[in-house]
C-alpha cells in the first residue's frame, strides 16, 4: 500500500521560501506523475504542480515563475521549492500520484504573513 507523507511546511514572511518533501513508499514511484495541490481557507483543493516519471513540468498560472517541482527517484521523494512567496499561497499543500491516487494525508501546512 502507498504512503505519502508531505513535510516541509511553516510560517513565512511574503517574499520568503520554502521547499516541501513528499515522500513515496511503494514500488512504482519512478514510473507515476506526482501532483502537489493546495487548499486554502474555504477553497477548493486546486492543483499546483505536476511532474512526470521522465521530468516533464506543468504548473498552475498562480504559481508559474515561483514554484519549481523535481524529483529524485533514488529516493522516492518530489519536492516543490517555492520562492516568492505570497499570503495567497497560504494552504494546506498535498501531493498525490497518477494514474493510481491515494487516499489524501494530513498536507503540510504553508502560512505566509507578516
Known amino acids: 500500500q502507498v504512503q505519502l507523507v508531505e513535510s516541509g511546511g511553516g510560517l513565512v514572511q511574503p517574499g520568503g521560501s520554502l521547499r516541501l518533501s513528499c515522500a513515496a513508499s511503494?514500488?512504482?514511484?519512478?514510473?507515476?506523475?506526482m501532483d502537489w495541490y493546495r487548499q486554502g481557507p474555504g477553497k477548493q483543493r486546486e492543483l499546483v504542480a505536476s511532474?512526470?516519471?521522465?521530468?516533464?513540468?506543468n504548473y498552475a498560472d498562480s504559481v508559474k515563475g515561483r514554484f519549481t517541482i523535481s524529483r529524485d527517484n533514488a529516493k522516492n521523494t518530489v519536492y516543490l521549492q517555492m520562492n516568492s512567496l505570497k499570503p495567497e499561497d497560504t494552504a494546506v499543500y498535498y501531493c498525490?500520484?497518477?494514474?493510481?491516487?491515494?487516499?489524501w494525508g494530513q498536507g503540510t501546512q504553508v502560512t505566509v504573513s507578516s
Open positions: 511503494g514500488s512504482f514511484f519512478s514510473i507515476y506523475t
Open positions: 498525490n500520484q497518477r494514474p493510481y491516487p491515494v487516499a
Open positions: 511532474i512526470t516519471g521522465v521530468g516533464d513540468t
